[in-house]
């Protein structure tokens, strides 16, 4: 329902007596003849009103409403109702969703319903635009986020002091009102509300002809009832988000490849590149990242306990671990979680294109490294093999690459692993075997006696069928008589939907016995304390980042009482 305001009072007046005076609105309406004049200007900019002027200089002008100002239209009916929610930040109400599964479709439609401001207020949102742009005239380049956040709070205060000056509206209108002009000048529009929505991964601009789309982690691509203006705006789009890292986007350099502060990345092209239209594509990331609660409980089913205790374990003691997986499968996802399980006491250094792991607080000791795209003259790469060679100087206990992509960044990922370090990656591939094909034949080709070095394969499937993410099997690197073989521990059955034990890890409980002394038996009681503390966690509801973080800050000093604990059922609040 849209904001009613004291505009839109004056459009009733009008609407009820068709012509009135400045002199008799500002009387009904208890506000100033300049407010009231300024109202008609607006009224009249728009084409929704006629402004009469007298030759006789006492006479007060008079306005005529133009008999066009209907608002709204019958809502649509698309289909049966599978879903409704609201986006919410900051205890504000950005949107309400509904989810229909559409006969027309044959597939779900995503329909947002947005605050809205009605005709008559929107022309009078365009004249603040107005006066909002002639204090900020000049574009300042915002991609530091100190400067960012005053130049943000400077047109806030700005445009919010100029709606509470005319209308006097309630808190609550002004905060909608401020936003629909803030989002239309200096930010993405509608878009902005599907970027708060915690249920999207995706949301995508394929052409201004059809809807925006979006990946919705229940039902898949949806077609929303978004739909932009032109061409011309999806470039503005494009430009705005280039602006804010520091980029350029334009028809010499028509693609746009960047991540945002707050952790979307964007993909952007510019037509003729793309044959449709100009394009954006943006990746969502989780506010609360998945923590290795999210992956046992029952709802996401994604892996077991007894393969979360033995991740956990193969962390807590140094071993090398190598997660691979298909695009949106789920393989940053998991590594963000195993890295939530390392001691507090020890050094990590993270070396990303984009920034999307996230530690808890308590892992202090933490550096993240980000790399850099040069500049349109070429000059101030910086790569992730840059990074990962400097790491080396930092004296890190552990070392994340996000992702294994050429053949010089695999062979420094490797030499880190001689070096002493601990050492963690992603790669593209489907299963355990297509990561030794990977790393050992051309274009990477890493000697056979490295790739032997990785402990751990860690492999994550996702079923675009039944839209679901699986960890397919966690498989143990041997030294095999012709080179580097697989022995699977854990596999997934996609028959049951269920995790199955396959075989014993020999090569893992002889590196453990080598590292900590531990004996076989003492290898497995170990595991079995780490499945009774996360099934205490996942009982107790302790699975977001920071819960995670406060249990593994308690467990590292306490390994006794905090196993202890998770036995007997004693609560959090007690132990934590």
């Not at 066009?68 to 289909?79: D, I, R, T, V």
């Amino acid at each position: 329902m849209a904001t009613e305001t004291k505009i839109d009072r004056m459009v009733a007046l009008l609407q009820a007596n068709r012509k009135m005076s400045y002199r008799a609105l500002a009387r009904e309406l208890s506000i100033p003849e300049g407010v009231i004049e300024k109202f008609a200007l607006c009224l009249e900019g728009a084409g929704f009103a006629t402004l009469h002027y007298s030759i006789n200089m006492i006479s007060n002008p008079t306005i005529t409403l133009i008999p066009s100002l209907a608002e709204g239209e019958e809502k649509p009916h698309f289909g049966k109702l599978l879903n409704r929610y609201d986006i919410i930040k900051e205890g504000s109400t950005l949107g309400k969703v509904e989810i229909f599964d559409s006969p027309q479709e044959r597939r779900p439609l995503y329909i947002i319903t947005l605050p809205e401001a009605t005709r008559a207020t929107r022309a009078y949102l365009e004249a603040v635009k107005l006066e909002v742009a002639k204090t900020f005239q000049a574009w300042v380049d915002d991609s530091d986020p100190e400067e960012n956040r005053r130049l943000f709070e400077g047109r806030q205060k700005l445009i919010r002091s100029i709606i509470r000056r005319d209308l006097a509206p309630s808190s609550h209108a002004l905060e909608q009102l401020s936003r629909i002009v803030l989002n239309e000048m200096y930010g993405l529009g509608e878009i902005e509300a599907l970027i708060e929505d915690k249920h999207l991964e995706e949301v995508a601009i394929n052409t201004s002809k059809q809807p925006v789309s979006v990946y919705h982690k229940v039902f898949g691509w949806l077609r929303t009832n978004i739909l932009i203006k032109n061409e011309a705006e999806t470039e503005n789009f494009s430009q705005q988000i280039a602006r804010r890292v520091g980029r350029q986007i334009s028809t010499l350099n028509p693609i746009l490849d960047a991540h945002l502060g707050s952790g979307e990345r964007v993909n952007a092209t510019l037509s003729p590149v793309s044959a449709y239209g100009n394009t954006i594509t943006m990746r969502l990331f989780a506010k609360n990242p998945w923590t290795i609660i999210s992956f046992i409980k029952k709802e996401t089913n994604c892996m077991s306990v007894e393969m979360a205790a033995l991740l956990w374990q193969a962390m807590h003691y140094e071993m090398n671990i190598l997660t691979a997986g298909g695009t949106a499968s789920g393989k940053t996802s998991a590594l963000n979680a195993l890295l939530a399980l390392i001691p507090p006491y020890q050094r990590i250094v993270t070396i990303e294109d984009t920034r999307e792991l996230y530690l808890p607080s308590y892992q202090w000791n933490w550096v993240p490294l980000v790399t850099r795209l040069p500049n349109p003259e070429g000059m101030g790469e910086v790569t992730m093999l840059d990074l990962m060679v400097n790491s080396l100087r930092m004296r890190p206990d552990r070392i994340v690459l996000g992702e294994i992509r050429r053949k010089r960044e695999a062979e420094v990922f490797f030499e880190a692993m001689h070096t002493g370090h601990s050492v963690y990656s992603t790669v593209h591939a489907d299963n355990g075997q297509q990561v030794l094909t990977r790393l050992l034949e051309p274009p990477i080709e890493i000697p056979a006696s490295e790739v032997e070095d990785v402990h751990l394969l860690l492999v994550q499937y996702r079923d675009r069928r039944k839209n679901i993410r699986r960890t397919h099997e966690i498989s143990e690197v041997i030294c095999g008589v012709s080179g580097p073989e697989l022995n699977r521990v854990f596999t997934w059955k996609p028959r049951t939907d269920g995790f199955e034990s396959a075989k014993v890890p020999h090569r893992y409980m002889e590196e453990l016995n080598q590292r900590t002394g531990m004996t076989e038996s003492e290898v497995v009681s170990d595991q079995k304390d780490k499945m009774k503390v996360l099934e205490w966690m996942l009982k107790n509801g302790l699975e977001d980042i920071e819960s995670v973080g406060r249990v593994m800050k308690a467990y590292y000093s306490d390994v006794p009482g905090i196993v202890a604990a998770a036995e007997k059922g004693v609560s959090p609040q007690k132990v934590l």
